[in-house]
């Protein structure tokens, strides 16, 4: 990835590919896990989640992938489309806790 | 409505000055969160609410930052004291059951911050 901060790590992929979004998280003990889609000037918004006792979660075009060896979540979107460009943000959370999100990535979808 | 309501949208003041944010959550939801954006970066946490109490405040930076929930429904955050480092944009999030259980938290469209 590349910094972050003001500069959200960026992927760019076509339209009609696959995404692959990652994100390391860092607590071990985390048992539910939840991928967000940030639109501009909106709130974040729920796409897919998982709990630890889960490998892989599918949806529609979206599947959530969970190596708690590694503390590792992957977003996949298939058939990317031009409506997926926003910011995907991880939270991983601990029973009774409170959610903490990951630094985001920005996707855009090209033409 | 339906979703998780936050006003203002917009809020401009000026440095030292007293600033309330009001939320407003999704019908039933029991558990309601504050976190606070910044520009490029992942919603940080602040504080949870179960029911009418704080089950977890220690997001909140200092002691300026005050958040309350009297009847167990909308929550207001306070912020005394205005400075230029609070400007952000202010997301409150509902949930059904509280974290771990249902977990799905439904964002509001958030409270935008600007101190002068």
């Known amino acids: 990835g590349e910094s972050v901060g003001l500069h959200l790590p960026t992927l760019s992929v076509q339209e009609g590919d696959n995404s692959i979004i990652n994100c390391a998280y860092s607590n071990s003990a985390s048992d539910y896990f939840i991928w967000y889609k940030q639109e501009s000037g909106k709130g974040p918004q729920f796409i897919i989640d998982i709990r630890s006792n889960m490998d892989k979660r599918q949806g529609q075009r979206v599947t959530v992938l969970l190596n708690k060896t590694v503390k590792h979540l992957s977003l996949q979107i298939a058939a990317t489309q031009p409506g997926d460009s926003a910011v995907y943000f991880c939270?991983?959370?601990?029973?009774?806790?409170?959610?903490?999100f990951g630094p985001g990535t920005r996707l855009s979808v090209l033409p | 409505g339906a979703g998780v309501s936050q006003t203002p949208s917009n809020k401009v003041t000026e440095k030292g000055k007293y600033v309330e944010l009001r939320c407003d959550p999704i019908s039933g939801h029991t558990a309601l969160y504050w976190y606070r954006q910044s520009l490029g970066q992942g919603p940080e946490f602040l504080i949870y609410?179960?029911?009418?109490?704080?089950?977890?405040d220690s997001g909140l930076p200092n002691d300026r930052f005050f958040a309350v929930r009297p009847e167990g429904s909308v929550s207001t955050l306070k912020i005394q004291r205005t400075e230029r480092g609070d400007s952000a944009v202010y997301l409150c999030?509902?949930?059904?059951?509280?974290?771990?259980?249902?977990?799905?938290?439904?964002f509001g469209e958030g409270s935008r911050l600007t101190v002068l």
């Open positions: 999030a509902s949930s059904l059951l509280g974290s771990g259980a249902s977990g799905e938290l439904f």
């Open positions: 609410f179960q029911g009418t109490g704080a089950a977890d």
């Open positions: 939270a991983e959370n601990i029973l009774g806790q409170n959610f903490v």
